[in-house]
T-cell receptor, first 114, second 113 residues
Framework: DAGVIQSPRHEVTEMGQEVTLRCKPI?????LFWYRQTMMRGLELLIY????????DSGMPEDRFSAKMPNASFSTLKIQPSEPRDSAVYFC????????????FGSGTQLSVL | ELKVEQNPLFLSMQEGKNYTIYCNYS?????LYWYRQDPGKSLESLFV?????AVKQEGRLMASLDTKARLSTLHITAAVHDLSATYFC?????????????FGEGTQLTVNP
């Protein structure tokens, strides 16, 4: 398996623009997580899905952020409109099972909002 | 709110020396994870500790879990340069459904020749 695949690897955009981050989890994994990593706040869980259904989105910063998982092999995290404070590395991770399984992380998307 | 604290946050050590990284957490949990992150890279799972007293070892790294003390340790034996990375512990907040990890701040380890 190729692991968790994220795209793009790097994204540079201007404030106010829409940004869409993409993730393909490992086949057979039924949990998918979106994390954000910054120097100031470390790793924060934004939202996670179980069997394509959002379970906990309490970490989503505000209404500008939205996430979808239309099927078991694809998820998106959208920021609209983007702001400079959204600049961070966004990781997608997937796991199989109910929490005792380790997370497998993607390579991350480095987002810079100018 | 579950809090996970690591100590120290920065660690510079010489090759061949031993050291321990500590991870304290604030709520009942019997599932703790250690991850490694190299600069500019993703997170790689090192250990999964699933019960009180659990001990896992791989190479020069050994992790343990004391759920009563809400403490996990990552012990480094005879450090080598290749161990330089940031190490994160993460705890599963089992009060919430499913799998929801809260990460510590990370310990940035530098092993000097």
């Amino acid at each position: 398996d190729a692991g968790v695949i994220q795209s793009p690897r790097h994204e540079v955009t201007e404030m106010g623009q829409e940004v869409t981050l993409r993730c393909k989890p490992i086949s057979g994994h039924d949990y998918l997580f979106w994390y954000r990593q910054t120097m100031m706040r470390g790793l924060e869980l934004l939202i996670y899905f179980n069997n394509n259904v959002p379970i906990d989105d309490s970490g989503m910063p505000e209404d500008r952020f939205s996430a979808k998982m239309p099927n078991a092999s694809f998820s998106t995290l959208k920021i609209q409109p983007s702001e400079p404070r959204d600049s961070a590395v966004y990781f997608c991770a997937s796991s199989q099972g109910t929490g005792v399984e380790k997370l497998f992380f993607g390579s991350g998307t480095q987002l810079s909002v100018l | 709110e579950l809090k996970v604290e690591q100590n120290p946050l920065f660690l510079s050590m010489q090759e061949g020396k031993n050291y321990t990284i500590y991870c304290n957490y604030s709520t009942t949990s019997d599932r703790l994870y250690w991850y490694r992150q190299d600069p500019g890279k993703s997170l790689e799972s090192l250990f999964v500790l699933l019960s009180n007293g659990a001990v896992k070892q791989e190479g020069r790294l050994m992790a343990s879990l004391d759920t009563k003390a809400r403490l996990s340790t990552l012990h480094i034996t005879a450090a080598v340069h290749d161990l330089s990375a940031t190490y994160f512990c993460a705890v599963d907040g089992i009060e919430t459904s499913g799998s929801r990890l809260t990460f510590g701040e990370g310990t940035q380890l530098t092993v000097n020749p």
